[in-house]
T-cell receptor, first 116, second 114 residues
Framework: DQQVKQNSPSLSVQEGRISILNCDYT??????FLWYKKYPAEGPTFLIS?????DKNEDGRFTVFLNKSAKHLSLHIVPSQPGDSAVYFC???????????????FGTGTLLAVQP | DAGITQSPRHKVTETGTPVTLRCHQT?????MYWYRQDPGHGLRLIHY???????DKGEVSDGYSVSRSKTEDFLLTLESATSSQTSVYFC?????????????FGPGTRLTVL
């Protein structure tokens, strides 16, 4: 039972355009959501997060939107750059699940390719 | 970058042999985690630790054990390696919830079981 789903395995976007990566979740107890970026042969790196009490968080070219009623979040990258080409993982945690352990549940990832 | 190292970075072993992967941190973070990454599965939690000698199972713990005798080291042992354990293994660390549960990841260990 996958609690965090990324239904698009891959996405291709032209440089300068917007990239939109999507993530759906099923557990209404999740209270933090995070996006990680992963290049080949490297570990994932934290990109941006959002608390369930917010519906938007912005950091430079990256914005995460949270729609709690739809149990959906999305990551927008504007403008997209070739260096953004990587696998993006969505992750979530819940007080009941993570508690004091800070455990995260990850989606399966979306491979973003930004074409020059 | 968070000070996390993993060793070895690459390993090829044979079915049935024991394998130990090491994660070392210099951040003095309380929580440490072992994940495996496989195509179509994303990152799945194997085991985690919430303090020295305090560990618990994740969602894919069968065939794995862990130990944490010091804050800085978290060992993952494959008791008898199988081909299904061929994967990329990542260690991660985190501190309190102040940073929104952010975890910092090591560079990974690519393990091949023949």
């Amino acid at each position: 039972d996958q609690q965090v789903k990324q239904n698009s395995p891959s996405l291709s976007v032209q440089e300068g355009r917007i990239s939109i990566l999507n993530c759906d979740y099923t557990n209404s107890m999740f209270d933090y959501f995070l996006w990680y970026k992963k290049y080949p042969a490297e570990g994932p790196t934290f990109l941006i997060s959002i608390s369930s009490i917010k519906d938007k968080n912005e950091d430079g070219r990256f914005t995460v939107f949270l729609n709690k009623s739809a149990k959906h979040l999305s990551l927008h990258i504007v403008p997209s750059q070739p260096g953004d080409s990587a696998v993006y993982f969505c992750a979530a945690s819940a007080r009941g699940y993570g508690g004091a352990t800070n455990k995260l549940i990850f989606g399966t990832g979306t491979l973003l390719a930004v074409q020059p | 970058d968070a000070g996390i190292t993993q060793s070895p970075r690459h390993k090829v072993t044979e079915t049935g042999t024991p394998v130990t992967l090491r994660c070392h941190q210099t951040e003095n973070h309380r929580y440490m985690y072992w994940y495996r990454q496989d195509p179509g599965h994303g990152l799945r939690l194997i085991h985690y630790s919430y303090g020295v000698k305090d560990t618990d199972k994740g969602e894919v713990s069968d065939g794995y054990s862990v130990s944490r005798s010091k804050t800085e080291d978290f060992l993952l042992t494959l008791e008898s390696a199988t081909s299904s354990q061929t994967s990329v293994y990542f260690c991660a660390i985190s501190e309190s919830r102040v940073r929104n549960n952010e975890q910092f990841f090591g560079p990974g260990t690519r393990l091949t079981v023949l």
